[in-house]
């Protein structure tokens, strides 16, 4: 049966929201070497979808696309998972291009999840 027809259990989980805190691993001269989990989060929401298509649920987590497919591909490569569409959202307070790792929480969020 095609993935499309397939129908799911009743209560079966299409959507997962996991909580991701910021990080940063440039503290002077610890380099890379020394990092720091800090008081600041995003969460990464997934929500599978009946197609094969992976995309962005809001226009913010549009810039993360490209990056929100090559984590999926690893994923599903390295796993041997069957690969699924699924549709993401970023909420949160981390910063883009401030080196507090928000392009991670989006890898590690998709991961998770």
Not at 2 to 16: D, I
Not at 19 to 33: L, Q
Not at 44 to 70: C, F, K, N, P, Q
Not at 88 to 105: E, H, K, M, Q
Request: charged content about 20%.
């Amino acid at each position: 049966m095609s993935p499309a027809r397939r129908r799911r259990a009743p209560g079966a989980l299409r959507a997962v929201s996991i909580r991701v805190p910021a990080s940063t691993s440039n503290c002077g001269a610890g380099f890379d070497t020394l990092g720091l989990a800090l008081a600041l989060h995003n969460t990464v929401t997934v929500r599978r979808r009946a197609d094969a298509e992976i995309r962005a649920a809001t226009a913010s987590a549009g810039a993360g696309l490209a990056m929100a497919r090559e984590a999926a591909q690893a994923f599903f490569a390295r796993s041997g998972a069957e690969p699924f569409g699924f549709s993401f959202r970023i909420d949160g307070d981390v910063p883009l291009a401030r080196g507090l790792g928000s392009s991670v929480t989006l890898r590690a969020g998709l991961v998770a999840a």
